[in-house]
């Protein structure tokens, strides 16, 4: 059988593990072969090849249900379900989502981007399938670095004290989530990887056993047990965290010996009550290059699949916001020790790695803890460290009640910068950055503030490290600067909620705030082009807004347009608006930004087109909203 006339995870049923191994090839040559053409999560899928073959055999997928964590490692489970003949659509417009999504698949149990959910839902069908009677087997797969999440710990432990509740997770141990695992966790988890006896008696107490006397093949139904109790007498740790918790544990399991993955997922689902099956895998296994660059080939761009090198840009770009940023922590940290930056598990995504390089001793990472991370930084705040906690703005929702509770009722002096802020592209609506102006601009005690550029970035971190009187945040893009010279010496913070001015014009007022400014600049020309001047202001701040530039030049003028890259509800331009209206100022104005729509994975530049946020179409609304006596198109 090939892969490709799989329609149904069904079919694996009674196939051999000869054949199995065959299609175990043939999804590594079509994961490659797609995520080599247009990039996407390499690594974890690799690993857990022959972890969903075994798993999907052992299951009856008309029924039972598998809740994969993150999505990252379901590309087999999307090639074995239905969607090998669309795979090569990956992560692109109207496409295969690069996540799990109820939507494209009956198979797809519980969407998911965040980690450390699947516990937690799986819990929840387990539960919600006992009260309605019904027989099904509920599976969650789980990396070990989303362990490092207290959700996944949470429902663990609601989980270990339900007896009756028969539920299998699935322990996918690669020793990695994004960055290194760190914590008490993977290192318990890494002793028992790499205890010489476990390790020892993984790779040769079958053939051992099979030289005794008159025994042979004979014990091979009983090898699995013998392996099993050899195991716990050689290291009476293994498994007995989670034992105390109520759960049955079993492993470690060779994740790449489809036999042996058979038959512990068969004999798990004989167990009443929660199971635990710990299986060690290899991120990236089968392609030599992601096994021995785990980091750098978890995700990937389009890359030549024989040398590993990411495919060639056809000209050199501006640095990233993510490195300018990491580049200009890394110079103040080396003449303040009290800066320490903090990372959830991002360290290359954030640049944070830059700073671990460079300074070890003031950097460090949480593992996938959102929430530990604000409040541990909020503790170093208390005692006069100035911590700068960087995280991408999808991630940061999870640690909501932390921002509120623990840093701005406090007035805590916390640096939130928010990498990947507004539209990010291929990965979908759970990694768009749209909310964070949202739901950071209602807290009492937070300053908000954008860039509109890279050297403005070098500033506002310059600003954000200074700023003592509170907490201050900073979101940026995802993606490359527009190539500005950078600050080499006299690096001097803002002035706390001041604007600037960029163009002045009589016609319309256009206030742009971070990633929209230079949009706001264009828009600003086109409009020219049709004998309409405009006004640009960079706001820089959103909280607090600079209402002394703004509102005389609204009432000026008497038109206004707000630029943003994030939701409109509550966003920068409910700022401005909020402002008018408070101050009397009765104008016109037209919010362009993010509407109340969730923003499907595609290139961001189609993204911003499917919502009307290019220049053009942006100078079109503004021509049709306020100047359609004169002009109504922009050709």
């Given amino acids: 059988m090939h892969l490709s006339e799989i329609t149904h995870p069904n079919q694996l049923h009674g196939l051999s593990i000869r054949q199995l191994q065959q299609i175990a090839r043939q999804i590594r040559e079509k994961h490659l072969q797609t995520v080599a053409e247009s990039g996407g999560h390499l690594g974890p899928g690799l690993g857990v090849v022959e972890l969903t073959l075994a798993l999907y055999q052992t299951l009856d997928l008309d029924f039972d249900k598998v809740i994969w964590d993150v999505g990252h490692q379901a590309y087999p489970h999307k090639l074995l379900t239905g969607r090998y003949g669309r795979f090569h659509t990956l992560r692109q417009k109207d496409g295969i989502a690069g996540y799990l999504k109820r939507c494209e698949s009956k198979f797809d149990h519980f969407g998911a981007g965040h980690a450390s959910t699947s516990i937690s839902a799986a819990l929840g069908m387990a539960m919600a399938r006992d009260l309605n009677g019904e027989k099904f087997k509920v599976v969650a797969v789980i990396g070990d ?84 109790g050899m195991k716990r007498l050689a290291v009476p740790k293994v498994g007995a965290v989670f034992e105390e918790l109520g759960f049955t544990y079993m492993g470690p399991v060779d994740g790449h010996n489809l036999a042996e993955l ?137 640690a909501y009640d932390q921002i509120s509770h623990d840093v701005c009722i406090q007035n805590l002096p916390v640096f939130f910068c ?69 600050m080499e010496e006299g690096w001097e913070p803002l002035p706390i909620g001041k604007g600037e001015i960029l163009r002045q014009g009589d016609d319309v007022l256009l206030v742009g705030y971070g990633s929209m400014v230079y949009p706001a600049m264009q828009v600003a020309e086109i409009l020219s082009e049709h004998g309409i001047e405009a006004s640009v202001i960079n706001a820089r701040f959103a909280k607090p807004l600079d209402t002394e530039l703004i509102l005389p030049l609204a009432k000026e003028i008497g038109r206004v347009v707000t630029l943003e890259e994030g939701c409109l509800m509550g966003g920068f331009g409910s700022a401005v608006a909020e402002a008018l209206l408070d101050a009397n100022v009765v104008v016109p104005v037209r919010r362009i930004g993010v509407p109340d729509v969730l923003v499907d994975h595609a290139k961001p530049d189609q993204s911003k087109a499917a919502l009307g946020l290019t220049s053009p179409q942006i100078a079109e609304q503004v021509l049709q909203a306020f100047f359609s006596n004169q002009l109504s198109t922009v050709s």
């Fill in 145 to 228: 670095g989303a362990l490092t999440g207290g959700m996944a710990l949470e429902a663990i432990n609601h989980a270990g004290h339900l007896p009756k509740t028969n539920l299998l997770v699935v322990l996918n141990d690669n020793e990695m989530s994004i960055s290194p695992n760190v914590g008490a966790i993977s290192r318990h988890l890494n002793k028992m990887r790499l205890s010489p006896p476990v390790q020892f008696l993984s790779e040769n107490i079958q053939e051992q056993v099979k030289q005794l006397p008159f025994v042979g093949d004979s014990l091979s139904p009983e090898l699995g047990r013998i392996k099993e």
């Fill in 418 to 486: 928010l990498d990947r802020a507004g539209i990010v592209g291929q990965d979908g609506p759970t990694h768009q950055g749209m909310y964070d102006i949202a739901y950071l601009r209602c807290l009492p005690n937070m300053v908000l503030m954008a860039p509109k550029d890279e050297a403005e970035l070098q500033q506002m971190v310059v600003t954000g490290v200074n700023y003592t009187d509170g907490p201050i945040a900073m979101r940026y893009p995802r993606g490359n600067g527009y190539g500005v010279p950078l």
């Fill in 262 to 398: 058979i038959a512990t997922f068969e004999q798990a689902h004989q167990y009443t009550g929660p199971v635990l099956v710990h299986v060690a895998t290899v991120k990236g296994k089968g392609y030599e290059i992601a096994e021995n660059d785990k980091v750098g080939y978890h995700a990937q761009t389009p890359f030549n699949l024989t040398t590993g090198k990411a495919v060639p840009v056809s000209s050199p770009k501006p640095p990233g916001y993510s490195k300018v940023f990491a580049h200009a922590l890394v110079k103040l940290a080396e003449n303040n020790p009290k800066i320490i930056g903090i990372t959830a598990a991002m360290a290359t995504g954030t640049g944070l790695d830059k700073l671990q390089a460079k300074l070890p001793q003031q950097y460090i990472d949480v593992g996938i803890a959102e929430q530990h991370a604000v409040t541990l930084a909020a503790g170093l705040a208390c005692e006069g460290m100035r911590p700068v906690a960087a995280i991408y703005s999808t991630f940061l929702q999870r």
